[in-house]
C-alpha cells in the first residue's frame, strides 16, 4: 500500500518567479529561505510521488462545464502554456507523471461517490508551475496534479473540501505500490486576482488563518474559516485555500509556520506551511 | 458574497477568452481586429465597446469573470514591467479609485523605507 510521508502548502502566486525582484529584498530572502526549508523536508521525506492539489486558473475548463476536480493522468506533463511562459518568466520544464497512481485514484474514487475529471494533457498556469520551479526543479520526484475550481460560482465550501481530503487521503492509501507519496497544497493567501481590490493584501486574514492552522484544531478552523470569511479577504484568489483545508485532511496537529509576509508587490499574501503529523 | 459571484458564465466574452489564451493565432486576430473576432464569438456591442475601452469597471459589471479582465489587458499592454506600476494599474485606479488607492497606500506603509 502507499504511504503518505510529507504534507506541506505553499502560495504560487505570479510574480514569485515573473517579478521576483519587485518585492522587498526582506521578501525575497524569506521566501528562497522557507522554500528551501520546504525541499529539505521532501529530502528528509524521500517522496517518489508529489501529489499538487492546486487550481485551475479558466485555463483547463471553459467556463460552462468547470468540474470540481480534475486530475491530470499524463506519463508526463509540460509547462507552463504558452500563455503563461513569459508571464512567469520560466523555461519550459517536464517532470513525469505517475499515469497509474493518478488512474487509480479517478476510478477508485468513483467507487467510493466522488467524481473527479481527468485530463491526459492538463496545462499548467501559475498553481503547478511556481511550486514546481521551487520544490522539484530538477524533476526527481513524479508528479501527480489535481486541480479544483475556487474562483467559478458555485465555489465549494471548506467542510466539502475537508471532506475530499480524507477520502483522497484513504483512496492514496489504498493504491496497490509501495509508493511514498507526499502531499502538497499551492495557492493563497489573500488576494484577489483581477478583481477591484487586485493590487491589495489582507495581512490581518492571513496571520487569523495562519494562526489557525498553528493551533491544529481541524474543528475550530472549519467552524471559523467559512468561504464568506475567505471571500470577503479578497474574491476569486483567497479561496484557493481550500487547496490547504484539503491537505488538512491528510495531517493531525499543528502546522508550523515556516514564513509569512504581506507580499503586496506579488499581489498575493505569501506564505510557507508544514506538518510533522500526518493523519 | 465576493465579486466573483457577479461574472455571468453565460457571457459571450468569457467563453472567448477561454479559447484566445489557448490560439496564438486568435490573439493576433483579436489586438488587429477585434470587432471581428467580436462577431464570430457572438459579443454584445457594449461587451465590445468595454473592450475596446479597457475598462475594468465596465468589464465586469457586464458580467466579464474578474480573472480574465487583466488578462484582456495584456493582450493590449504585455506582459513586461509586471510591477505594481503598470498599465493595468493605471487602468484599475480609474477603474476603481478607492481600492486601488487604499491598496497604494497599504503598499507605501508596508514597504515605506525599505
Same mark, same amino acid.
Given at each position: 500500500?502507499?504511504?503518505?510521508?510529507?504534507?506541506?502548502?505553499?502560495?504560487?502566486?505570479?510574480?514569485?518567479?515573473?517579478?521576483?525582484?519587485?518585492?522587498?529584498?526582506?521578501?525575497?530572502?524569506?521566501?528562497?529561505?522557507?522554500?528551501?526549508?520546504?525541499?529539505?523536508?521532501?529530502?528528509?521525506?524521500?517522496?517518489?510521488?508529489?501529489?499538487?492539489?492546486?487550481?485551475?486558473?479558466?485555463?483547463?475548463?471553459?467556463?460552462?462545464?468547470?468540474?470540481? #476536480?480534475? +486530475? %491530470?493522468?499524463?506519463?508526463?506533463? !509540460?509547462?507552463? &502554456?504558452?500563455?503563461?511562459? *513569459?508571464?512567469? =518568466?520560466?523555461?519550459?520544464?517536464?517532470?513525469?507523471?505517475?499515469?497509474?497512481?493518478?488512474?487509480?485514484?479517478?476510478?477508485?474514487?468513483?467507487?467510493?461517490?466522488?467524481?473527479?475529471?481527468?485530463?491526459?494533457?492538463?496545462?499548467?498556469?501559475?498553481?503547478?508551475?511556481?511550486?514546481?520551479?521551487?520544490?522539484?526543479?530538477?524533476?526527481?520526484?513524479?508528479?501527480?496534479?489535481?486541480?479544483?475550481?475556487?474562483?467559478?460560482?458555485?465555489?465549494?465550501?471548506?467542510?466539502?473540501? #475537508?471532506? +475530499? %481530503?480524507?477520502?483522497?487521503?484513504? !483512496?492514496?492509501? &489504498?493504491?496497490?505500490?509501495? *509508493?511514498?507519496? =507526499?502531499?502538497?497544497?499551492?495557492?493563497?493567501?489573500?488576494?484577489?486576482?483581477?478583481?477591484?481590490?487586485?493590487?491589495?493584501?489582507?495581512?490581518?486574514?492571513?496571520?487569523?488563518?495562519?494562526?489557525?492552522?498553528?493551533?491544529?484544531?481541524?474543528?475550530?478552523?472549519?467552524?471559523?474559516?467559512?468561504?464568506?470569511?475567505?471571500?470577503?479577504?479578497?474574491?476569486?484568489?483567497?479561496?484557493?485555500?481550500?487547496?490547504?483545508?484539503?491537505?488538512?485532511?491528510?495531517?493531525?496537529?499543528?502546522?508550523?509556520?515556516?514564513?509569512?509576509?504581506?507580499?503586496?508587490?506579488?499581489?498575493?499574501?505569501?506564505?510557507?506551511?508544514?506538518?510533522?503529523?500526518?493523519? | 458574497?465576493?465579486?466573483?459571484?457577479?461574472?455571468?458564465?453565460?457571457?459571450?466574452?468569457?467563453?472567448?477568452?477561454?479559447?484566445?489564451?489557448?490560439?496564438?493565432?486568435?490573439?493576433?486576430?483579436?489586438?488587429?481586429?477585434?470587432?471581428?473576432?467580436?462577431?464570430?464569438?457572438?459579443?454584445?456591442?457594449?461587451?465590445?465597446?468595454?473592450?475596446?475601452?479597457?475598462?475594468?469597471?465596465?468589464?465586469?459589471?457586464?458580467?466579464?469573470?474578474?480573472?480574465?479582465?487583466?488578462?484582456?489587458?495584456?493582450?493590449?499592454?504585455?506582459?513586461?514591467?509586471?510591477?505594481?506600476?503598470?498599465?493595468?494599474?493605471?487602468?484599475?485606479?480609474?477603474?476603481?479609485?478607492?481600492?486601488?488607492?487604499?491598496?497604494?497606500?497599504?503598499?507605501?506603509?508596508?514597504?515605506?523605507?525599505?
Amino acid at each position: 500500500m502507499a504511504q503518505i510521508v510529507a504534507a506541506m502548502a505553499m502560495t504560487h502566486s505570479p510574480g514569485m518567479t515573473g517579478w521576483f525582484t519587485q518585492a522587498p529584498k526582506d521578501q525575497q530572502e524569506l521566501t528562497l529561505r522557507a522554500t528551501a526549508a520546504l525541499r529539505e523536508r521532501l529530502d528528509a521525506a524521500r517522496p517518489d510521488v508529489l501529489i499538487m492539489f492546486s487550481n485551475d486558473h479558466l485555463l483547463n475548463w471553459p467556463m460552462n462545464n468547470m468540474p470540481e #476536480y480534475t +486530475v %491530470g493522468i499524463a506519463d508526463e506533463h !509540460v509547462g507552463p &502554456a504558452d500563455w503563461f511562459d *513569459e508571464w512567469l =518568466a520560466m523555461e519550459k520544464y517536464r517532470v513525469a507523471g505517475h499515469p497509474a497512481l493518478a488512474r487509480f485514484i479517478v476510478n477508485e474514487s468513483a467507487r467510493r461517490g466522488l467524481a473527479l475529471s481527468h485530463l491526459r494533457d492538463m496545462q499548467f498556469d501559475d498553481g503547478i508551475s511556481v511550486p514546481t520551479h521551487y520544490l522539484n526543479p530538477d524533476g526527481k520526484f513524479q508528479l501527480v496534479p489535481i486541480t479544483m475550481n475556487c474562483t467559478v460560482p458555485p465555489i465549494p465550501k471548506p467542510s466539502r473540501a #475537508y471532506e +475530499v %481530503g480524507a477520502l483522497l487521503r484513504d !483512496v492514496v492509501r &489504498a493504491y496497490p505500490g509501495s *509508493e511514498r507519496v =507526499a502531499v502538497i497544497a499551492t495557492g493563497g493567501l489573500s488576494h484577489e486576482p483581477g478583481g477591484p481590490r487586485y493590487f491589495w493584501v489582507d495581512e490581518e486574514f492571513d496571520r487569523w488563518f495562519l494562526d489557525l492552522l498553528a493551533r491544529g484544531d481541524h474543528v475550530a478552523l472549519l467552524r471559523e474559516c467559512t468561504l464568506e470569511r475567505m471571500e470577503a479577504a479578497g474574491s476569486g484568489g483567497t479561496a484557493e485555500l481550500l487547496a490547504w483545508i484539503l491537505v488538512l485532511a491528510f495531517t493531525r496537529g499543528p502546522a508550523e509556520i515556516l514564513a509569512y509576509m504581506p507580499a503586496i508587490a506579488w499581489r498575493s499574501g505569501t506564505g510557507m506551511v508544514a506538518w510533522s503529523a500526518l493523519a | 458574497m465576493g465579486n466573483v459571484e457577479r461574472c455571468d458564465k453565460t457571457l459571450p466574452t468569457n467563453e472567448m477568452m477561454y479559447h484566445i489564451r489557448k490560439d496564438a493565432t486568435l490573439r493576433a486576430r483579436f489586438v488587429s481586429d477585434l470587432a471581428a473576432v467580436a462577431r464570430e464569438f457572438g459579443l454584445s456591442p457594449a461587451e465590445y465597446e468595454a473592450i475596446r475601452d479597457l475598462d475594468p469597471r465596465r468589464l465586469m459589471d457586464l458580467g466579464v469573470h474578474q480573472y480574465y479582465v487583466p488578462q484582456i489587458l495584456r493582450l493590449y499592454f504585455g506582459t513586461a514591467n509586471n510591477s505594481n506600476a503598470s498599465a493595468a494599474l493605471e487602468r484599475y485606479q480609474r477603474a476603481f479609485p478607492e481600492e486601488t488607492a487604499q491598496a497604494l497606500a497599504l503598499k507605501a506603509r508596508l514597504e515605506g523605507g525599505r
